[in-house]
Antibody, heavy 123, light 112 residues
Framework: EVQLVESGGGVVSPGGSLRLSCAGS????????MNWVRQAPGKGLEWVGQ??????????DYAAPVKGRFYISRDDSKDTVYLQMSSLKFEDTAVYFC??????????????WGPGTLVIVSS | DIVMTQSPLSLPVTPGEPASFSCRSS???????????VDWLLQKPGQSPQLLIY???HRASGVPDRFSGSGSGTDFTLKISRVEAEDVGVYYC?????????FGGGTKVEIK
């Protein structure tokens, strides 16, 4: 069974830093591109960034609001992707989801999402 | 960035009846390969989003066939042939043609 589990959320002061983790299981993690998506309280979904699999260069891409402040990395030996967040702002308060695109045995797409971890930026 | 606009914002539905939602993009989502890079997701109350439709018309793995996607270019529709009580939640469209991927604001579906 494919699972993604985020951790590391919590309350942080404006300007502070936090590192989120997303552990994957049930699939070949090293073959997976990974995305982070966030959802502010009562709001819609917002893409945060992605990291490609190492075989595709392991490159990263970020949404404009977080570029230069957030950094995504991966450790395939631990089947884990990280979201390092710094210079946090009130507007970064959200549930952060990690998600991956996979394909089933019939080559039909199936996306997996973790349950999310809540980050609250508060003074 | 490509702007995704969904309508209506809210849709009361009756179990057993059909329902449809609209999504419009600010730019064409039709790739030269012939596919429209639009996904539909459902976020049920208290849950993470789940993929329903990808590339405009393809049902994701395990999705009931009462869900169907249509449209091309800038106008897309998600249809439910017969709504069930478990279909309540917020439906989002998302474009994957250009970075950054962008989501519509969502259509909230509630049972009448």
């Amino acid at each position: 069974e494919v699972q993604l589990v985020e951790s590391g959320g919590g309350v942080v002061s404006p300007g502070g830093s936090l590192r989120l983790s997303c552990a994957g299981s049930g699939f070949t993690f090293s073959n997976a591109g990974m995305n982070w998506v966030r959802q502010a309280p009562g709001k819609g979904l917002e893409w945060v960034g992605q990291i490609k699999r190492i075989s595709d260069g392991g490159t990263t891409d970020y949404a404009a609001p977080v570029k230069g402040r957030f950094y995504i990395s991966r450790d395939d030996s631990k089947d884990t992707v990280y979201l390092q967040m710094s210079s946090l702002k009130f507007e970064d308060t959200a549930v952060y989801f990690c998600t991956t695109v996979q394909w089933d045995a019939s080559m039909v797409r199936v996306d997996y999402w973790g349950p999310g971890t809540l980050v609250i930026v508060s003074s | 960035d490509i702007v995704m606009t969904q309508s209506p914002l809210s849709l009361p539905v009756t179990p057993g009846e059909p329902a449809s939602f609209s999504c419009r993009s600010s730019e064409s989502l039709l790739h030269s390969n012939g596919y429209n890079y639009v996904d539909w997701l459902l976020q049920k109350p208290g849950q993470s989003p789940q993929l329903l439709i990808y590339l405009g018309t393809h049902r994701a793995s395990g999705v009931p066939d009462r869900f169907s996607g249509s449209g091309s270019g800038t106008d897309f529709t998600l249809k439910i042939s017969r709504v069930e009580a478990e279909d309540v939640g917020v439906y989002y469209c998302m474009q994957g043609l250009q970075s950054p991927p962008t989501f519509g604001g969502g259509t909230k579906v509630e049972i009448k």
